[in-house]
């Protein structure tokens, strides 16, 4: 079942970077969530209950709740335009992807580690890059944010692949996932928001000093 829940991230990373319906990008987010929760229960089971059950309710309630709806309303308050404008074509998007992915695979299986599994170090990384990847190939500030918790996620995802290990490193990884996502969240979506009316990026070239 985990290595389900790891297969259909990777499909995710992918529909991710080629969509170009905001709302569909925002609905794979949820999806992320419910994988990265299904992947705590396979992976974590070993650890503290309460420990578990403090990253069993971020995952759930956060990630997989709380940030694409809180997206979502942002969307609908600001009338933002709903279609993606990305700097990079999908078709090409698709190849960048597919090489982050495939890279991360061999790098992942050329490590030779008996705490560590290949496909979710693999998987982590591909989430990290493909985060990476949307920040600087997407013209909407508000994916920018979709970019930042793709990356998020992928940082979590990592973390669970030793959470048997170091479950302290689990819980303050979360914490830290979600002291910061209120502070970006919070400061910049209703600040931004106010000022520009579709939240894309080619308008800051007008400021002046």
Known sequence: ???????????????????????????????????????AIIELNEI???????VLLETLIFKAWFMPNYLKKVVNRNNIKRQVNPYISGFNSLIIISVIIIGNLIFAYYIQNTFLKPAYIAAA????????????????????????????????????SVGKEMPFAVNAGILLDILISVLIFGLFINKIGKMFEDMDITKLTSLSD
């Open 48 to 54: 503290n209950i309460v420990n578990l059950l403090i």
């Open 125 to 160: 990384f591909s989430g990290i890059l493909t985060g990476l990847f949307l920040i600087i190939s997407r013209k909407e500030i508000l994916m920018h944010l979709v970019g930042y918790v793709v990356l998020e996620n992928g940082i979590v995802l990592l973390s669970f």
């Open 1 to 39: 079942m985990g290595m389900l829940f790891i297969l259909l991230f990777f499909v995710s990373l992918f529909y991710i970077a080629i969509s170009g319906r905001l709302f569909t990008v925002l609905n794979l987010l949820i999806l992320q969530g419910l994988l990265l929760f299904g992947v």
